[in-house]
């Protein structure tokens, strides 16, 4: 026999049965961002591998370990994208949004792909559904508490509970430098108990020493002891104002001073929302500021920014353990038992189809109870049967499959019957 090509490792089928779980995440979700006042953009799948390297930093996992790079006869191509923020970055420049708007607020919902580890809730392609807010001069803390409510209440909006939001800051950039030093000399003196990852973090990009999995590592971080001191005053009042307006909308979160997300283009706010029941891959979404990004990609330095992204596939995972009923069987089954009703049902369904009526027919004429059978399976809300006698008599038995109650209705009058 030939050999069955798979799925790519890290990837997987959407199946028709997931599609109701996966439906009602997009469109709660959509509804939710759209209230805020966010109007979706779409950006191509692959960009220039220059415009990751450049905003996610070079020593970002993301960037070092897990670019997708498409093959091509150009030197530095074409990648995969790994996230949405740098490719609606390059639009909004390229596009000159920021002449036409005084703040973008864009949202965007797709497939990302990262050359990671398959593990559950870690693939590599996954679906973020992503939010942004870009604009000259928009640092407005209380925009950031706003994404942070809007991401929550995305959530809630979906049906998910159980989650925890963590925040923190990192200050300007200049704060970050500090934090940088800071954090160097406190693991220094665990340089060599530090896994050989981190090691070279260290030296490179010590933020990343803080997000390592290692247990050996993890243990080293919870020693460290550094506060806000690295903070100016500037950027705690900021913190402080993003805190206050999420305590005034009620919003529940923990503050943790280890939060610095794995991307280099954050600035002041970051925070990660977490489903603990989830595992080691308990992230359902993150995001933060990014005030230097639009200029690190040409744009202009005034132009600031903040967003985040949920993951998709942990957002399902965490779905379905909680008893959500999503109802996308047909209304109505036509069942016929000869060629001639067979012909009949076919006319019928287009009818009820074109007044809007979720309508199926099944084209093989089978037993009463086979064809029962199927209606039962597909979860049919009701079946039209259609045999001889209900030819005769121009009528079609309609059963309702919840209440067992049958009644004749008339083909002419199934339309108005349904409710179309
Ligand atoms: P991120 O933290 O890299 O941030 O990803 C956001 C979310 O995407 C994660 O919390 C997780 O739920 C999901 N995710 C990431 N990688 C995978 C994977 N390999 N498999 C399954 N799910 C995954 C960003 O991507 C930023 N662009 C967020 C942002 C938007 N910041 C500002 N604006």
């Keep these: 026999m030939t050999k ?6 890290g990837t997987a089928d959407i199946l028709p049965a997931d599609i109701p779980l ?15 006042g966010y109007r979706e953009i779409r950006t191509p799948i692959f960009e220039d591998s220059a415009l990751f390297k450049r905003s996610l930093g070079q020593t970002s996992d993301v960037v070092n370990k897990q670019l997708l790079e498409l093959a091509g006869d150009k030197k530095d191509g074409f990648a995969l994208r790994p996230e949405g923020t740098a490719a609606v970055v390059r639009s909004y420049i390229e596009n000159n949004l920021d002449r036409q708007e005084q703040l973008s607020k864009l949202y965007y919902i797709g497939s990302m792909f990262r050359g990671e580890r398959p593990q559950k809730g870690r693939l590599r392609e996954f679906h973020q559904i992503g939010v942004e807010a870009i604009g000259p001069k928009t640092s407005y803390p209380l925009l950031d508490a706003e994404m942070i409510t809007l991401s929550v209440e995305l959530l809630k909006r979906i049906g998910l509970t159980g989650f925890q939001l963590k925040i923190n800051t990192l200050g300007t950039p200049e704060d970050k430098q500090k934090l940088s030093d800071v954090l160097r000399s406190q693991l220094e003196p665990y340089k060599t108990e530090l896994c050989e990852d981190c090691q070279a973090r260290m030296d490179r990009n010590v933020f990343r020493v803080l997000d390592c999995k290692n247990r050996g590592c993890k243990e080293i971080v919870s020693k460290l002891t550094f506060q806000d001191e690295y903070l100016s005053e500037e950027s705690q009042d900021y913190y402080k104002q993003v805190k206050e307006g999420l305590d005034l909308l009620g919003i529940s979160y923990e503050e943790s001073p280890c939060l610095v997300r794995g991307l280099d283009y954050y600035t002041h706010t970051v925070f990660e929302i977490s489903n603990p029941a989830l595992g080691a891959q308990d992230a359902l979404g993150a995001g933060g500021r990014y005030n230097k990004l639009v200029a690190q990609l040409g744009g202009s330095d005034e132009v600031h920014a903040c967003g985040f992204a949920l993951g998709m596939e942990r957002l399902i995972l965490s779905l379905e353990d909680q008893d959500l009923n999503f109802e996308s069987s047909v209304d109505a089954l036509i069942l016929t038992f000869s060629d001639e009703a067979l012909t009949k049902g076919f006319e019928v369904v287009h009818q009820l189809r074109k007044s809007g009526i979720k309508a199926d027919l099944n084209f093989k ?18 079946v039209l049967i259609i045999g001889d006698d209900e030819l005769v008599k121009n009528a079609a038995a309609v059963k ?3 209440t067992g109650e049958q009644e004749e209705i008339k083909f002419e009058s199934l339309v108005k019957f349904f409710g179309g």
């Design 4 to 9: 069955k090509i798979s799925v790519p490792r």
């Design 22 to 36: 996966w439906n009602h995440i997009e469109k709660q979700s959509r509804q939710c961002i759209e209230q805020y």
């Design 365 to 382: 004429t089978g037993s009463m109870k086979s064809q029962m059978r199927l209606a039962n399976k597909v979860g049919a809300k009701n």
């Design 400 to 402: 309702n499959m919840e």
